[in-house]
């Protein structure tokens, strides 16, 4: 019996708790990956630094440059009380940022936190959907002090403190735009050595930009998905990655997104024929249903149990193949999550 596809227990999996990695690898590109071709329906075993021998001259692989900051704050109320700040994105207003509190309960009217001997926060009583605001106050560089006090925002399926490797490791080797609170983790597994290696052998690499923000800690609540509304992400595609997208559409070459943050802002910028470029912000949501324009290939990690991402590469590589990947997945004891193994998806 086909399930339906519109409900959110249809991308429900067991997962057992040893196989959601927490910690990196010592080396990015000797993560496992899983390779799915779409057309074959195969499925093979293999390391990421195989790329090497799967990807195609002419192929465009598109990489999303985002930075994760230290997001996570600490700060300390007047009477002693330990508040954690979770620092999404900046709010209309000056030095004013929209943010996750833990626990909010704790701060229920308005009121001033203390981070350090140069940074305060004024938190507003009022709450959107989960999100509170803060007006910071900053002693000298606000930047340079969110880096010194800041901590790395690791996901809460990492059942441990940041530590000082993180700072390294939940980040792209070529993150350049900082903005998000959450790492693009299918890009965690690229070494300068593979990707000078793919260049040499005729790929092609551009970038953009969306910063990560709240939906990656926000499960799906609703039975419906297609009832579930995502937050905005902000997204900027150059008009050189733009032409560069559209020469090798034209020319029949292949695009390689890697991330789902990647498909999310080609799919955003594509207006059926071309993709276009600018700033914007984006609330797409991809499920199975939707048809892709742009890319061919998607390079991803493997996702948790009934989220959003789980839906949109079912969408495109088909819900019962990724299901028969998942299961071979768990018995061949991949690693999942943000330091977990990759998944190759071609059409």
Known sequence: MQPDLLSRGAYHYDLPHELIAQYPLPKRDESRLM?????????????FKDLVDILQPGDLVVLNNSRVF??????????????????LYPSSAENTWNCLLMPAKRVKQEQWLTFSDNLQGLVYPDDEDGLRKIK??????????????????????????????????????YASQSGSVAAPTAGLHFSDELIQTLKAQGLLFTELTLHVGIDTFRPVKVERINEHIMHSECVEISTATAEAVNKAKREGRRVIAVGTTSVRSLESFWDGKN??????????????????????????NFHLPESTLLMMISAFAGYDFIREAYEQAVAKHYRFFSYGDAMLIEL
């Open 35 to 47: 390779h799915l071709n779409c057309s074959s329906h195969s499925i093979k075993d293999r390391r």
């Open 70 to 87: 230290p997001a996570r704050l600490f700060g300390y109320k007047a009477n002693g009380v330990k508040i954690q700040v979770l620092l």
């Open 136 to 173: 910071l106050n900053c002693k000298g560089d606000f930047w340079q002090e969110i880096e010194r006090i800041g901590h790395i925002p690791l996901p809460p399926y990492i059942n441990r403190p940041d530590e000082q490797s993180d700072k390294g490791r939940y980040q792209t080797i």
């Open 275 to 300: 993709l276009l470029d600018g700033n914007r912000w984006t609330d797409i949501f991809i499920f199975p249903g939707y048809n892709f324009g742009v890319p061919d290939a998607i390079i991803t």
